[in-house]
């Protein structure tokens, strides 16, 4: 069920289909954007959930009676709970305050326009500019009859 934890700390990695997005809205029903966007959301949370969630979860219980030391009982089966006590351990950590610290010239990066993009996530990248075309031509292709209702 996508974020959900027992109260025995047991991680549920995986996001039962009843739960997905995907599909959910015939093609004919809403705009085409909108259904992109949801189903967008759908792959990120499952991402989220059956990837990124276990990474967390496997160094919460690496460090389990640290993490849970300052969680209430009521509240040791709460994923949200859970992860701003693992949160408030990791800020502490080396790594952490060295990635606060590049921020600042990330920051001034941007700022200057000097931010070198090129050797960021280059898979993703390489998705997110298909995705886009795919998009732009999909709507190019019907630009005579939606006229200048595309944004």
């Not at 009676?65 to 701003?84: L, T």
């Not at 949160?87 to 600042?104: H, N």
């Not at 920051?107 to 050797?119: D, V, Y």
Request: charged share 25%.
């Amino acid at each position: 069920m996508g974020q959900c934890k027992t109260k025995t700390t047991e991680l549920i990695a995986r996001q039962h289909p009843k739960f997905s997005l995907k599909g959910v809205h015939p093609d004919w029903e809403m705009h085409p954007s909108w259904i992109s966007g949801i189903e967008a959301l759908n792959a990120y949370n499952f991402w989220v959930c059956e990837v990124m969630m276990p990474v967390a979860f496997q160094w919460i219980e690496e460090h389990h009676d640290e993490v849970y030391a300052h969680v209430a009982e009521e509240n040791k089966g709460d994923v949200g709970v859970v992860m701003a006590a693992a949160f408030e351990m990791v800020k502490q950590l080396p790594s952490y305050q060295k990635w606060t610290r590049a921020y600042e010239k990330y920051e001034k990066q941007i700022a200057e326009g000097t931010l070198p993009t090129a050797e960021f996530n280059p898979v993703w990248t390489k998705i997110v500019k298909q995705v886009r075309k795919s998009t732009e031509e999909a709507y190019a292709a019907e630009a005579d009859v939606l006229k200048d209702t595309i944004r």
